[in-house]
């Protein structure tokens, strides 16, 4: 345990020189004086000697170093000497001005020490220190030794039973702890201002834990909150256990705090709240556990948490995770995140769901496909009850039953009584509506037995299948909305148009869902790219829009003269999407003109109008034609002939018979050369004869070959 350091010895003033032998006369030293009255067991004598020594060198100015390890010396051997006869407050005192390392006099209390430092830890002790420190492994055994010195054999049956020696033993040992105590405050009161060393942070380490552990076995629980809220170095493992053991929670979650331990924090308040752990001075430790977690914002740590945290507060639980979730994550981690919330809480898996596709807009077509099915499975929970099931049965036939221009899904939602049934009945139908990479399939397979109740749920997935006589027919003959089905053939497929949608969100507090629904783009305008989700718009093709009125136009058909005026509305409203002579042939012979007449009469309007509109644009484009032709005869008028040259060398009589060739003669292996202005003439304009009615438009230039050919023009 102890390394030896040796002490100075004294110097002889005076040498006497012999024949064998030389002599020294040597002063009395304070250390020789101490150890003979200590030997002699004069107790008192040496601590006056001390004193006097002490008192002396604080009278001086320049205290020798030397002479300050002597005081130390004599006092940390009186200090021990006092320790092995059980005279701990005398024992403490003069250790403590002999300036004793902490860590020695620790060593002695094993049950404090614990694993603070080890048999193979070393610390410097004078030599003549070490040699007279009590042998003795712990302080209990020096007061056992001494007990059995003063009183055995004269106590029955003997010194460790007798009710006296063990009152005795029981003092003297609170006696050494008090001691200890003292020692261990006035050590850390020093070593507040020592400069940081290795030495000295081992030091702090030691005091500070050891007078933590004092303090818990004496119940002094102020000392101790007053010494964890001051700068300490508390070996939290060290305490740990002791603050465990005698349920003093509260300050093992103040020492985390103190240490920025914030797993071991948050573990210790989880405890509490599972009831494993308890302590009414900590309260609302859940509430903690929250506030902790919102603070630091460290994503791995509140995902660590999140599944125990749903099982206690569901929605505080979620609103934290939601907070920290990063916008960029991939899918395959927020699967792996749901299944793992999923695990713990099941209602908080869905909610998490719903939050991922319907607030954070995830693109995962797994995940949309989960949160239909399971607004599949709600809708089927609502509907186990008898009331919510005759309620919507009600409003179906009341509707049915009915003429109005609102659609279903606006009567169901302004008529219907606020409740939970009537909001999952709501999302549903927008979810349905607004999202395209769910599996249709597989939630009308889901929906099918109660298909004659949930008809609109039914023809939205009819038509994101692409079944839309179907969805159509479910719409007019099932449910009798008109109103949706026009809309679905407007919108290329969607019973909710986007307008709709919003209405029902404001109102129902769904606009979430009710922005899923992509808003068609007004004719003529582009669609923005980059807009907001909820300003996105989307195009349908005429084509599209025909074929799906032409389809509409056979389902009413197909409902007899029962439908004759909607089939009469639909013909007046889509006339622009329909075939006049497709209309016509379709049309049963059996029914009435009035159904066609205003149809027939809109279109023959609509043909002459078209007809006009033709000949106008003919005649304005024959008057531009005319100035594009003037325009082109003067520049040509202007550029004048191109001559060619021939290539091979001849006479110069050769070249002039050649350049006075007519136009169209030619001279055998040459080129023909001509002066093109020569053949210029005036431009004629001549009406081809043809009436208003004709295909003319495009003006018809040429160029003549003979004097009497001019440029003609043709409209």
Known sequence: MATLQYPNFPRANVLVYGSNAVQALLPSTL??????????????????????????????????????????????????????????????????????????????????????????????VMAGVAEHMPQ???????????????????????????????????????????????????????LAVEAATPHVDTMRMVVDTVLAKLHVAAGKLPDLSALIDQPNSVVVSELEPVLVKSRHIGILCKLYERHSDDEKLLD?????????????????????????????????????????????????????????????????????????????????????LEHLVVQRRSQDPELHSQLALAYADQLLSCLADESTSKLWRAKASSYSSSRSDTSFISYFASTTPDSQSKRVRLKTVLFLQGSTLYDPEAVRTRLSPHAKILRLESAILEGKL????????????????????????????????????????????LQPWASLVTPLAAPGKPVKAGAAPMKRQK?????????????????????????????????????MNLDVVDVISTIPPAWPLRILSTF?????????????????????????????????????????????????????????????????????????????????????????????????????????SHPDEGLDVRT
Not at 550 to 572: C, H, K, P, W
């Open 466 to 509: 692409g079944n839309h006589r179907a969805a159509l027919s479910i719409l007019v003959h099932d449910m009798n909305d008109a109103t949706s089905a026009e809309a679905y053939c407007t919108l290329g497929g969607e019973v909710v148009p986007a307008k709709t949608a919003q209405q029902i969100g404001e109102r129902s507090g």
């Open 600 to 704: 027939v009469t809109r279109s023959l309007r609509r043909t002459l109008h078209a007809h006009h509109e033709g000949q106008i644009v003919k005649a304005i484009s024959q008057g531009q034609n005319l100035v594009v032709a003037d325009q082109t005869w003067a520049v040509i008028r202007e550029q004048g002939a191109i001559v060619e040259e021939p290539l091979d060398d001849g006479t110069d009589d050769d070249e002039g018979e050649k350049l006075g060739l007519e136009l169209g003669e030619r001279v055998q292996g040459a080129p023909a050369s001509f002066n093109e202005k020569a053949n210029l003439h005036q431009v004629h304009f001549t009406d081809s004869g043809e009436d208003a009615e004709g295909d003319g438009g495009v003006v018809d230039i040429t160029v003549g």
């Open 268 to 352: 210790a308040w989880s405890k509490l709240v599972d009831g494993e752990w308890e302590d009414p001075e900590v309260k609302d430790p859940l509430t903690r556990i929250f506030d902790l977690l919102s603070d630091r914002k460290d994503r791995t740590l509140i995902q660590r948490w999140t599944a125990w945290l749903v099982k206690k507060d569901a929605d505080r639980a979620l609103k934290l995770l939601l907070s920290t979730l990063s916008s960029k994550r991939k899918a395959e981690d927020d699967r792996l995140l749901l299944q793992q919330i999923r695990d713990a809480s099941p209602a908080a898996g869905e909610q998490l």
């Open 31 to 124: 250390i020789s004086q101490a150890d003979a009255l200590l030997l002699a067991h004069r107790l008192e004598e040496a601590a006056d000697l001390a004193e006097q020594q002490r008192k002396k060198l604080q009278s001086t100015l320049n205290v020798d170093r030397h002479e300050l390890d002597e005081l130390r010396y004599v006092n940390q051997r009186l200090g021990f000497q006092c320790f092995t006869e059980t005279l701990f407050e005398d024992a403490g005192n003069r250790l403590y001005e002999g300036d004793l390392d902490p860590r020695v006099l620790v060593s002695y209390y094993p049950e404090l020490r614990g694993d603070l430092f080890t048999e193979d830890d070393t610390v410097d």
């Open 136 to 190: 003795e492994d712990s302080v209990d055994d020096i007061i056992a030794q001494n007990l059995v010195m003063n009183y055995s054999p004269h106590l029955s049956p003997n010194t460790r039973e007798a009710p006296a020696t063990v009152e005795l033993r029981n003092v003297l040992s609170m006696t050494a702890r008090d001691m200890l105590e003292s020692y261990l405050r006035k050590w850390r009161r020093k």
């Open 539 to 575: 195009t349908v093709d005429d084509e599209v829009k025909k074929d799906l009125v032409m389809i509409l136009l056979e389902v009413y058909m197909s409902g007899g003269e029962a439908t004759a005026d909607r089939t009469a509305q639909l013909l007046n409203s889509q006339a």
